[in-house]
């Protein structure tokens, strides 16, 4: 083999892109922490790159600029979260206990992922249409409580919308009066979106103070 022939293929990616990848990631890393922290207005490219430790030569090698670089981050806020929340709802056997116990765990963000919760607090109304993340997990798991007889909607979206809300409300709450919000209260408010959907007080009191999965 010579100098000039190409490198076998392995199906594995490349020295190179796994650089490319620890780059990428690094970008976005920093992007999130700046979300959570003061917002995307005043903050410039250079100083997202000296955040990341990576040149500033290497930012437009993986965004075209700062906005796409920030969707990206929410977009990995989002996603990281969701499949957590895949995770630790995989064993139950209640789609209304799934649904509830997501709401919950992402609620207690605060305490456990302040820098997610922030994030979300901020811009997570402006995802309720993503096709990724935690709005179509959270739609699916309307649909299929609706499906098993739990919930009584007439519109997902609508629910989806309600209960977004709710959370985002509590969120920011929790972040600004943490005084005035702790986990008793994020259950209390679980228990009020459940009854919104259509479960008696007794059932949604139940679901809403269940041990939380991975607690």
Known sequence: ???????????????????????????IDAARAVLAERGTAEVSIQQITDAADVGFGSFYNHFGGKDELFQAAVADVLEEHGRLLDELTAGLDDP????AASWRLT?????????VARVLARLGLSYLDSDQGLAPRALRDIRRAVDAGRFRIDNPHVALAGAAGALLGLL???LVRPDLIDEAACDELAEHVLRMFGLSHASAREIAHRPLPGA
């Open 172 to 174: 920011h709450l929790w």
């Open 96 to 99: 209304a206990e799934v649904f």
């Open 1 to 27: 083999m010579t100098s000039t022939d190409p490198e076998p293929s392995t199906g594995r990616p490349s020295r190179t892109d796994r650089r490319k990848a620890r780059t990428r990631q690094a970008l």
């Open 107 to 115: 609620g207690r963000l605060v305490h456990t992922h302040p820098q």
